[in-house]
Structure formats: C-alpha cells, structure tokens
C-alpha cells in the first residue's frame, strides 16, 4: 500500500509514540520491582496509569494538531483555487456576448445568467432567479411550444433550439440556445447547462444569402440561352435553356457528362481545349467567338460563345454562355447573299441602261441604213441585217441583265400553270433530246399563279436546258406543280433560306433532275450573273441569274436542293393570283405616224443618242430643238412658247433629272405634252418614283417605227 505524505507523517508520529509508551511501561515497572517497597507499590501503580493516560493524551493532542492544520491547509489552498476559478469563469461570463446558464431539472430553478441576459434579452435576472417560469413569457407566442419541447429533451440529451424573443421595446430577435445535460455518478441528471446567443444578423445575412441564391437559381433557369460552368470540362452547372438548345431531356443529364467537349462539334474541340488552356494561364483568348455545336442526336447547330473565368468554391471554374444563332447567322448569310445580289443588280442595271443608249443609236441607225439600200446592194443589206442581228442579240443581253436586277416590264396575270407546262411538252422533247425522259405531273386542283407566262415559259426552259447539261448520259427530269403555304410554321426550309420570304400561298413548280448536282459552294453562287461551270461556249452565266431576278420582280422566292452524284431540284414559289382572269394580251403595234411640223424640245445627255433622235425625228417631219440637259431645255423652252412637245431622258447628268425638267416645265407650260425615255423599264421607274402610272415612257433601245407611234400618240392624247 502506497501512502500520501500526511500519511507517511502519522505513521512516524505513531511510531514515536508506541515507542515511548513502551520505554514508559518497562521503565515503570522495574521502578515497582526494585526501586519502592511493596507498600508502595499501590500508590505507584497508580501514578503510573496516569502517567500513561497522559502520554497517551499529550500524543493524540500532537497527531489531532497535526491533522488539524494540515486540513486547514488544504481547504484554504482549495478555497483559493475555487476562488481563482471563479473570477476566470465571472471574467468570461462577464465579458462574453452569449448567455451563460445553469439550471436545475428537478425544481426548474435557474442558478446562474450571465449578464449578457440583460443585454440580449433587454430585461432583468434578477426575475429569472425568483420567478423561473417567467422567462418563458419572453419567448414569441408561436414560438413557446416549439421550445417547451426543446426544454424537455435537454433532460435525456444535448440539443439546439432556435426561438424568437420579444424584448420590452417589441423588438424581435432570433435566439440560438444550446443546451447540455450534466449527471452525477449514479447518472441522474442534476444540472442542465446551455449557451444562448443572438443569431438575428446571423438569421438575417443568411436569408440574404438564400435569396441571393433563390434569385440566382431563377435567374439561371428563366435565362434564354444556355449557361455552363466548368472545371476542366467536368460540367458542374448547367442549366435548362442549355438542354432544350443541345437536345437533353434535362440539365442533370448534361451534368452527367463525364466531359462537356461532347456538347461541341469534334472539329471545334482542339480549338476549345487550346483556348481553355490560354485562359486558365492568364492568357487572353478570345472572350466571344463563334462555334459550332452537337445535339444530343448528333446534328450540329450553330452556336454564340461567350467565355469568362470566375471563383467557384475556391478554385478557378470556367462560364461559358451559349446561344444558339443557327437562324440568325443564316438570315445574316441570306441578308449579305440578298445584298450583293442587289448591288450586282444595280450594277447590271446600270450598264444595261447604258448599253441600250448605245443599242438605240446602233439599231436606229442599222434600220435608218436599211431604208435607204432599199434592196439595191445585197452585200450591203446583208452587212446591215448582221449589224441589226448583233444589236438584237446586244438588246436580248440587257433584257437579261434587267431581268436580273428586276427592271424588266412583266405583264402579269392569272395562269393556268399546269395548263401552260403541259402545252410545253413537246417543245421540251424536241429541245432536250431523246436522251431525257420528261415527267410532268400536278394536283387535280392546281391553284393560278399570278405570273407573266411568257417569262415563266422562258424561266422553266432556262431551268430544263440547264438539267439537261447536268444529264450528258441522259436522265428523268421531273416537273411538278403543287399548292403550298410558306410561313413560319409550315415549309421552314425554304422559309430559312431566303431572309426575305413573305408568308401566304403559292404555287410550286420543282424542277428536278437525276444529274452531276452541285456541290454548295456553287449552289452559293448559282444565281449570280456570269457565274457559270460550263465551258465558255456553252452558256453566259444569265440564264438562272435571269430566273431568280424574274422570280423575285414577280414576288415570288426561289430554292435549290443540290447532292453532288444525285442531282438538283429548283423550286419555284410563285404568288397565287386571287381571282382566275384570261393573261392580258398586248395590242398589235400601230402603224408608224408622220409628224406634221410640231415642234419637240429633246433633252438628252448622250450626244450620240441625241444625234440619233435629232434625225430620225426630222425625218419624220418634226421640227427639233436639242439640249444637253435639264438646264438647258428650261432655258429654251421659256424662250420658244410655240414647244409642242418635250422628249426627255430621264436619268440625266447636269443636276436635273428628266422627271424635275417635266415638273418644271409643267408649272411654265400646264398642258405641255411629255414623252420620257430611259434605258431602264416603266417598271423600275415606277418602283423608284422617277415616273408616276399615267406619264408615258419609250424605253430604249427603240426603232424608228417605236419612236414615230409614242411621239404621234403622246401628241394627239393631249391635243
């Protein structure tokens, strides 16, 4: 057995006495023996027990002294300790901002709040103490079961109870409460412990931080284009306008992914990877770029790219925002495609218009030749009939190249187009040759187009010689007429190629052969003029340029679906005329008309032209006064009142147009007769506001014959 150091002393003193005892006893009783007579010795035993009581007395007092103040020692040294303990424990409680409690399960007593009670909850401990029970009356009215029960549970384990408190000023605050139960050896809890600390900002910044995350959330989801947030290319959020776009039942599928590079195109994946690493190196790739992505089902689509590098979670993540803009990159393709076209169209215009300046004089002057030979040099006739067969041939170039740019005069009407294909068959057959076989079928109903029929019959021969040069083995080639609706809806093909495409109802006409086809990059320039694959003897490039400006000028749209080895199918939209109507058919051309000595102011700004007109006019018995411009003919016609006539050009240099020198005139002369020329057509005068419906226009080139029928018309119409 081990003893302590109070231990080890009581037993020395034990042993001092014990041993003085039994020096005390033998040394007593041999005094008795020899030193005292035998009446003595009563008396000597006597003294001698006292003695012994004595020593016995005088050696409990010392170990009792001892025991005394070593006791004394301890409890005032524990008394200290305690002490310390509680000023730490009073320092923190004291100085804490949470509420230090101790309670008593048993009576429901409260033994201790720390002081920041009265801080938090705004009230007194001292009613705490007395009355325990009306603590509770601080908690909120909704509150108070909720805690009761929280309450009860502290008597089997620890817990958490978060309630509201009322202070006096009726201030709500959010209070979290921990309490511990405390047992004693046998296990029966006798004290329950616990902190309590306002959580009202905690409570506060937390709701904030919820809905924060709630409006990012919504945000994410309600956003019309896709959003994705990587690592690596592990997606770790993506969200729904990202599925619908690539084709997922969901966004949980796409985060499925093991890698989010199967969302693109495999082409665009080394581009990706190779930007990604840039960006995560603090490089500087491009923040916006186009690409092309992968569906779920594997088709591609086009899409818009925007990249950023942001914190997530700590660590670098990559945000990418996706749009798809397959449409809008195709209507930008359609709008660039519609714009050159229509530069090439103003081009092409304009050099016919200058052109037929040039056929006028040359045709004028072939026929003007021609009259005077009057047969009596063949080889000379044969030189002029030459001229005027190239000049014709030049004149048929310019209707093609107006037909491009939309300008030409179109008669249209409603026609029977299944009626008008049929009655081409045998032209076809004898044109295309035996080695094509010709298929032309329709709906029982085919509607009207409102169309001009001679140039749709010259569209649609354009279109099979065409599928014929695509056919040298031979081939089928197919017409086939049917009602359709263009719209946003229905057709989107068609509709999604052609950005000017106007909704309503149309009549098909698909022209298809079992040909070489063409592959799409000549598909993209088919329709442009003098864009040709065939050898430079066999075609000029005009002929589907021609189709497309008719097709258009109708108000009509054009399409083309081409597989190299499988051959092309062109499909033509024409408008449906709303009500059937016989084609209008042009009047026979009257009879030229001499002039009878009228006067006629000329205003035109080429001089060959001008000379050309000078005479041909004089020689049909008009007098001719001649400027070089609008200025000019003001000039003259406000000197000379007897004017009969102005024949002006209406595109002219010199600052005046012919359409400005008619207005001018008119307000000096009301009743002055008009005649306007141009090497454009009445159509695109009138499109283009240089003449109104009613003004009359000879277009260029014209013959003697043209030019004697509109003088003398114009003249006795407002004679």
């Given amino acids: 057995?081990?003893?302590?150091?109070?231990?080890?002393?009581?037993?020395?003193?034990?042993?001092?006495?014990?041993?003085?005892?039994?020096?005390?006893?033998?040394?007593?009783?041999?005094?008795?023996?020899?030193?005292?007579?035998?009446?003595?010795?009563?008396?000597?035993?006597?003294?001698?027990?006292?003695?012994?009581?004595?020593?016995?007395?005088?050696?409990?007092?010392?170990?009792?002294?001892?025991?005394?103040?070593?006791?004394?020692?301890?409890?005032?040294?524990?008394?200290?300790?305690?002490?310390?303990?509680?000023?730490r424990f009073e320092l923190i409680a004291d100085n804490v901002?949470?509420?230090?409690?101790?309670?008593?399960?048993?009576?429901?007593?409260?033994?201790?709040?720390?002081?920041?009670?009265?801080?938090?909850?705004?009230?007194?401990?001292?009613?705490?103490?007395?009355?325990?029970?009306?603590?509770?009356?601080?908690?909120?009215?909704?509150?108070?079961?909720?805690?009761?029960?929280?309450?009860?549970?502290?008597?089997?384990?620890?817990?958490?109870?978060?309630?509201?408190?009322?202070?006096?000023?009726?201030?709500?605050?959010?209070?979290?409460?921990?309490?511990?139960?405390?047992?004693?050896?046998?296990?029966?809890?006798?004290r329950v412990v616990g902190v309590a600390r306002d959580i009202t900002e905690h409570r506060q910044a937390k709701a904030h931080i919820e809905e924060l995350r709630s409006r990012f959330e919504k945000v994410i989801a309600a956003a019309p284009v896709g959003i994705l947030v990587h690592r690596d290319f592990t997606?770790?959020?993506?969200?729904?306008?990202?599925?619908?776009?690539?084709?997922?039942?969901?966004?949980?599928?796409?985060?499925?992914?093991?890698?989010?590079?199967?969302?693109?195109?495999?082409?665009?994946?080394?581009?990706?990877?190779?930007?990604?690493?840039?960006?995560?190196?603090?490089?500087?790739?491009?923040?916006?770029?186009?690409?092309?992505?992968?569906?779920?089902?594997?088709?591609?689509?086009?899409?818009?790219?925007?990249?950023?590098?942001?914190?997530?979670?700590?660590?670098?993540?990559?945000?990418?925002?996706?749009?798809?803009?397959?449409e809008q990159r195709e209507t930008e393709r359609q709008l660039r495609k519609a714009q050159k076209f229509e530069a090439i169209g103003q081009l092409t215009g304009g050099v016919a218009h200058d052109f037929n300046n040039l056929l006028t004089v040359v045709i004028g002057n072939a026929g003007l030749l021609e009259q005077r030979l009057d047969g009596r040099d063949e080889d000379s006739r044969s030189l002029v009939d030459t001229i005027l067969k190239a000049a014709n041939l030049g004149a048929e170039l310019t209707h093609n190249l107006l037909a491009y740019s939309r300008r030409q005069v179109l008669a249209p009407a409603a026609t029977d187009v299944a009626a008008l294909i049929e009655g081409m068959r045998l032209l076809l057959q004898r044109t295309l040759g035996e080695h094509i076989e010709i298929a032309i079928s329709h709906e029982r109903s085919i509607d009207d187009a409102y169309v001009d029929a001679s140039q749709l019959q010259n569209s649609i021969l354009n279109l099979c010689l065409n599928a014929r040069d695509a056919m040298p083995e031979g081939g089928l080639l197919r017409i086939e007429m049917t009602n359709t609706r263009l719209d946003a809806d229905a057709d989107a093909d068609a509709a999604q190629r052609q950005a000017d495409v106007t909704p309503g109802p149309y009549v098909s006409i698909a022209v298809s052969d079992t040909g070489t086809g063409m592959p799409e990059e000549v598909v993209r320039h088919a329709f442009e003029p003098f864009f040709t694959t065939k050898e430079s003897d066999r075609g000029s490039g005009l002929g589907l340029s021609m189709v497309f400006g008719f097709i258009k000028q109708t108000g009509g749209h054009l399409d083309v679906d081409s597989e190299v080895g499988r051959g092309t199918t062109i499909r033509l939209y024409l408008p449906r005329a709303e009500t059937p109507t016989r084609p209008r058919e042009e009047p026979p051309a009257a009879p030229a008309m001499e002039g009878r000595g009228e006067l006629v102011l000329l205003a035109e700004d080429d001089a060959m032209v001008r000379d050309f007109v000078v005479l041909q006019l004089s020689l049909l018995g008009y007098r001719v006064m001649e400027?070089?411009?609008?200025?000019?003919?003001?000039?003259?016609?406000?000197?000379?009142?007897?004017?009969?006539?102005?024949?002006?050009?209406?595109?002219?240099?010199?600052?005046?147009?012919?359409?400005?020198?008619?207005?001018?005139?008119?307000?000096?002369?009301?009743?002055?007769?008009?005649?306007?020329?141009?090497?454009?057509?009445?159509?695109?005068?009138?499109?283009?506001?240089?003449?109104?419906?009613?003004?009359?226009?000879?277009?260029?080139?014209?013959?003697?014959?043209?030019?004697?029928?509109?003088?003398?018309?114009?003249?006795?119409?407002?004679?």
């Avoid at 079961?145 to 605050?173: C, F, L």
């Avoid at 992968?294 to 925007?306: A, C, V």
């Avoid at 007769?673 to 499109?687: D, R």
């Fill in 627 to 719: 400027a070089a411009n609008g200025q000019e003919a003001l000039a003259l016609l406000e000197q000379n009142e007897d004017i009969d006539l102005l024949f002006t050009d209406i595109v002219m240099s010199g600052g005046m147009s012919g359409r400005q020198l008619a207005d001018a005139a008119q307000r000096i002369r009301p009743r002055l007769p008009v005649l306007f020329t141009s090497g454009y057509t009445e159509a695109s005068m009138l499109n283009e506001g240089w003449v109104e419906p009613g003004m009359r226009l000879l277009q260029k080139p014209f013959q003697r014959e043209d030019l004697a029928r509109m003088v003398r018309s114009t003249l006795d119409r407002d004679a």
């Fill in 1 to 87: 057995m081990r003893f302590g150091a109070a231990g080890g002393t009581a037993l020395r003193v034990a042993a001092v006495y014990a041993a003085a005892g039994f020096l005390y006893i033998l040394g007593s009783d041999w005094l008795v023996e020899h030193g005292f007579s035998s009446d003595w010795r009563p008396g000597i035993q006597s003294v001698k027990g006292m003695g012994f009581v004595l020593i016995t007395a005088l050696g409990l007092g010392l170990i009792c002294r001892f025991f005394i103040r070593r006791g004394m020692a301890q409890i005032i040294s524990v008394n200290a300790a305690l002490e310390k303990s509680r000023e």
């Fill in 97 to 190: 901002g949470e509420v230090l409690w101790i309670g008593d399960p048993r009576d429901r007593g409260i033994h201790y709040v720390s002081p920041a009670y009265e801080t938090i909850w705004g009230r007194s401990s001292d009613a705490m103490f007395s009355d325990p029970g009306s603590w509770m009356e601080t908690v909120h009215p909704d509150d108070r079961a909720y805690t009761r029960r929280k309450i009860r549970e502290r008597q089997r384990q620890s817990n958490v109870a978060e309630y509201r408190i009322v202070r006096p000023d009726g201030a709500i605050r959010w209070i979290e409460d921990r309490g511990f139960p405390v047992r004693n050896e046998s296990g029966e809890v006798y």
């Fill in 235 to 326: 997606p770790i959020l993506a969200n729904e306008a990202l599925a619908r776009t690539l084709g997922y039942s969901s966004a949980d599928e796409i985060l499925g992914l093991p890698d989010c590079l199967a969302l693109f195109a495999e082409e665009e994946r080394d581009r990706i990877v190779q930007f990604n690493r840039q960006r995560m190196r603090g490089g500087d790739p491009p923040k916006a770029y186009d690409l092309k992505g992968k569906t779920r089902d594997g088709s591609i689509i086009e899409l818009e790219n925007r990249v950023t590098v942001l914190d997530w979670g700590g660590s670098p993540a990559v945000c990418t925002i996706l749009a798809d803009v397959s």
